[in-house]
């Protein structure tokens, strides 16, 4: 399996534009997590799909961020619009969700984002 | 609620010496703990994990963790230290509730000189 993918690696923008990031978790996998790792505030979780549907937004920093999972193969991360503040890296991570608690995730490579 | 305190976030270590990362968690229910290990720019991935059993678990890369609940500790070890052992390593318990949501702890970036 290619494991979890994301794209674009890399994105500079500047402050108000639109940034969207996106995601292809691992065939077979129903959890999808989106994370946001920074210097200052390490790494914390944005939000959790299950089977396509959001379960736990309570990350999710304040209404400039949406995410959203269409299908079982796709999810993107939204940030409407973009402020400096946002600048961290952003990986996504995905789950076969067998045992709850335990299951381990699989982390994607990361797109490290930079707005000016 | 669930936390996890790493001591130290910088280890160095020479070649062959042993490797010792702290990680003390905090948790209202028995916890599941984890080692995740990040090579630069790239993502996380699973070093090992405890869930129940044995308080000793091995790993990958010759790596192993020793589950602790009166120290409330899950430390990472290794007997000697490789070049290629040089990353950033996470620790991190599963919060109570119905999935695996991680708490981390902030990262101790581990080092290896010759």
């Known amino acids: 399996d290619a494991g979890v993918i994301q794209s674009p690696r890399h994105e500079v923008t500047e402050m108000g534009q639109e940034v969207t990031l996106r995601c292809k978790p691992i065939?077979?996998?129903?959890?999808l997590f989106w994370y946001r790792q920074t210097m200052m505030r390490g790494l914390e979780l944005l939000i959790y799909?299950?089977?396509?549907?959001?379960?736990?937004d309570s990350g999710m920093p304040e209404d400039r961020f949406s995410a959203k999972m269409p299908n079982a193969s796709f999810s993107t991360l939204k940030i409407q619009p973009s402020e400096p503040r946002d600048s961290a890296v952003y990986f996504c991570?995905?789950?076969?969700?067998?045992?709850?608690?335990?299951?381990?995730?699989?982390f994607g490579p990361g797109t490290r984002l930079t707005v000016l | 609620a669930q936390s996890v305190t790493q001591l130290g976030s910088h280890v160095s270590v020479s070649e062959g010496a042993l490797v010792l990362l702290r990680c003390n968690y905090s948790?209202?229910?028995?916890?599941?703990l984890f080692w995740y290990v990040q090579y630069p720019n790239q993502g996380l991935q699973l070093l090992l994990k405890y869930t129940t059993g044995a308080t000793l678990v091995k790993g990958i890369n010759g790596f192993e963790a020793e589950f602790k609940k009166s120290e409330t500790s899950f430390h990472l070890t290794k007997p000697s230290a490789h070049m290629s052992d040089a990353a950033e390593y996470f620790c991190?318990?599963?919060?109570?509730?119905?999935?695996?949501?991680?708490?981390f702890g902030a990262g101790t970036r581990l080092a290896v000189h010759p």
């Open positions: 948790s209202s229910v028995p916890p599941y």
């Open positions: 065939s077979g996998h129903n959890s």
């Open positions: 991190a318990v599963s919060e109570s509730g119905g999935y695996n949501k991680l708490i």
């Open positions: 799909f299950n089977n396509n549907v959001p379960i736990d």
């Open positions: 991570a995905s789950s076969p969700h067998l045992a709850g608690r335990t299951d381990t995730q699989y």
